[in-house]
């Protein structure tokens, strides 16, 4: 019922900037993804929430990543971006997409991204 496909991640050094996509095939669902969001999980520690957006377009940040980091969708393409400027090497994580679908019961991860920030 529901793929997703990330691309993007790699090597940056602090302060440069990288661009995550997911892109998500979903079927049985005429409304799209109720929200789309960005986790990252860091050698050792749990998996967080780095930012997620709703059907409605609203947001929400992890505290760590306000203004540095931006999420965004493409409903036409059900697609799910992360925009993330200035790069910390806190920042070095396997990032995940997340999807949501209420009326589907569906709640999906995409495979992971590297993301390494290093000088």
């Known amino acids: 019922q529901v793929r997703l496909v990330e691309s993007g991640g790699g090597l940056a050094q602090p302060g440069g900037s990288l661009r995550l996509s997911c892109a998500v095939s979903?079927?049985?669902?005429?409304?799209?993804?109720?929200?789309m969001g960005w986790y990252r999980q860091a050698p050792g520690k749990e998996r967080e929430l780095v930012a997620i957006?709703?059907?409605?377009?609203?947001?929400n940040y992890a505290d760590s990543v306000k203004g540095r980091f931006t999420i965004s969708r493409d409903n036409a393409k059900i697609t799910v971006y992360l925009q993330m400027n200035s790069l910390k090497p806190e920042d070095t994580a396997i990032y995940f997409c997340?999807?949501?679908?209420?009326?589907?019961?569906?709640?999906?991860w995409g495979q992971g991204s590297q993301v390494t920030v290093s000088s």
């Open positions: 997340n999807v949501k679908v209420a009326n589907l019961g569906i709640d999906s």
């Open positions: 957006i709703n059907s409605g377009g609203n947001t």
């Open positions: 979903l079927f049985g669902s005429s409304s799209g993804p109720d929200a």
